[in-house]
């Protein structure tokens, strides 16, 4: 009966581990509480026809058009160029020391025809998503990081916009090979921006939607969903301690339970 005991004992224990992995026991935002809600909630758009009321749009070239459009029975942001560029900006007021990761879908349909980003009079994107910093010290001055959908650049490139020194574009996908394909990204924008500023991220002050193809007198058009940023989940240093010790108690109990097996076998009262 003892062994029958410990060895119920020990699937008990398993199955606690078991739950610390799967439901996530010991995780815990750092920073903040809760997720920011969506910058862009697709069910916010029922009775409109063009954009969210938060945004503005900026035709700065060419032809442009944002329409909000049924995607698998879903409402979406579709935005597209030709020979032009459009922008849909809105305002934040974020701590990203409390919540560092943002996360979007998009879908790029088309992309600007010749574009190479390295070059001036080629600097087109199919999709991109803008955030603009403005200094503490000087808030006239922005900086900002552009994660784009570049035409052929490989994915983890990060450069900095010809003639603009102040913008740097970080390539998160590439190439038409997954054209037409709903994705969805997530960065750590304070890794991101530590790693190519070297230095504290300054505040937050905007992001910027962008399909563009007015350098290659070219298409573009992109649909984008919900966009979010939330607190990235580390486990707590006293789960992380916690674990540890009913790991290692767990390691005890399994060669307690070897070793009780064991004499059970040999004593001539155990089972055969």
């Known amino acids: 009966m003892f062994i029958h005991h410990h060895f119920f004992t020990l699937l008990l224990v398993r199955a606690s581990l078991?739950?610390?992995?799967?439901?996530?026991?010991?995780?815990v935002p750092v920073g903040a509480t809760t997720p920011i809600p969506s910058l862009f909630d697709s069910t916010s758009t029922s009775r409109l026809q063009t954009h969210p009321y938060e945004w503005s749009v900026k035709v700065w070239e060419g032809f442009g058009q944002v329409q909000v459009v049924e995607e698998k029975h879903r409402k979406v942001l579709r935005l597209e160029t030709e020979q032009g560029c459009l922008s849909l900006f809105r305002s934040l007021t974020l701590n990203l020391q409390a919540n560092s990761l943002v996360s979007w879908e998009w879908n790029v349909l088309t992309l600007p025809t010749g574009a190479a980003s390295r070059q001036a009079k080629l600097d087109d994107h199919g999709a991109a998503l803008y955030l603009v910093f403005s200094s503490r010290e000087a808030p006239d001055h922005t900086t900002t990081?552009?994660?784009?959908?570049?035409?052929?650049?490989?994915?983890?490139?990060?450069l900095t916009r010809p003639n603009d020194p102040s913008v740097n574009y970080i390539v998160v996908r590439s190439g038409r090979e997954q054209l037409g394909i709903w994705l969805t990204e997530e960065r750590n924008v304070l890794a991101d921006?530590?790693?190519i500023f070297g230095e504290e991220p300054s505040i937050l002050k905007g992001m910027s939607l962008v399909v563009d193809s007015d350098q290659t007198n070219s298409k573009a058009a992109?649909?984008?969903?919900?966009?979010?940023?939330?607190?990235?989940?580390?486990?707590?240093?006293?789960?992380?301690?916690?674990?540890?010790?009913?790991?290692?108690?767990?390691?005890?109990?399994?060669?307690?339970?070897?070793l009780f097996m064991y004499l059970g076998l040999k004593h001539p009262g155990g089972p055969h």
């Open 18 to 27: 078991l739950s610390f992995a799967v439901f996530g026991i010991g995780l």
């Open 145 to 158: 990081i552009g994660y784009i959908w570049d035409n052929g650049l490989p994915v983890g490139t990060v």
């Open 193 to 195: 921006y530590r790693r």
């Open 222 to 258: 992109s649909l984008f969903g919900p966009i979010i940023f939330r607190p990235e989940l580390q486990v707590a240093k006293g789960s992380q301690d916690q674990e540890a010790d009913e790991s290692q108690a767990g390691q005890q109990n399994k060669l307690l339970g070897v």
